[in-house]
């Protein structure tokens, strides 16, 4: 990816397809793979040094982009909990066989969910896409970024990045 690919400040699916992890390892690894869509040059590295097994490599530069090495990545989320961008994923595409994944999206909102719920999934510009299901709520760092487990359609995978919370009723 490229900074000036980034102008409308939203990431095309494109863009998206770059960041995912390769295919073959992603269909079988448990657990999942993290998805960093981080397109700016900014001073920021919470994802290196929060990941446990330096999945997320060292930056030489404190402005550059992550980079990972998919093979140590054990979808722990610890980076998804972290990122004060909210731009880090986790996607576990053997979760649910062949039409369902789970994803581990940052949340920061009120309401807060809660296992069992169903939530919507927005894309990159807000808009729903899916309905998920809340299969686990966790708050890893304990610093109200919660990282919540969502079961989703698998084909929408590479455009779901937050989802919607009801207030309860």
């Not at 402005?63 to 093979?71: E, G, R, S, T, W």
């Not at 990545?73 to 979760?95: I, Q």
């Not at 709520?137 to 079961?151: G, I, K």
Request: overall charge negative.
């Amino acid at each position: 990816m490229k900074f000036d690919d980034f102008a409308s400040g939203v990431l095309t699916r494109e863009m998206a397809k770059a960041a995912a992890p390769p295919a073959e390892l992603w269909e079988s690894k448990r657990g999942g793979l993290v998805i960093i869509e981080c397109p700016q040059p900014i001073p920021c590295d919470p994802c290196h040094t929060s990941c446990p097994t330096g999945a997320v490599l060292s930056f030489e530069d404190i402005n550059d982009l992550p980079k990972v090495d998919f093979a140590k990545c054990t979808g722990c989320a610890m980076c998804v909990a972290k990122c004060p961008g909210l731009a880090c994923f986790v996607v576990d595409l053997t979760y649910g066989g062949d039409d369902e994944a789970l994803m581990k999206l940052p949340y920061e909102m009120l309401p807060r969910p809660e296992d069992g719920m169903e939530v919507d999934c927005l894309n990159r510009v807000g808009d729903i896409v899916a309905k998920g299901m809340v299969i686990r709520v966790q708050e890893p760092q304990r610093d109200r970024t919660l990282v919540v487990h969502v079961a989703v359609p698998k084909d929408l995978i590479l455009d779901i990045r937050a989802i919607g919370v009801k207030p309860h009723g």
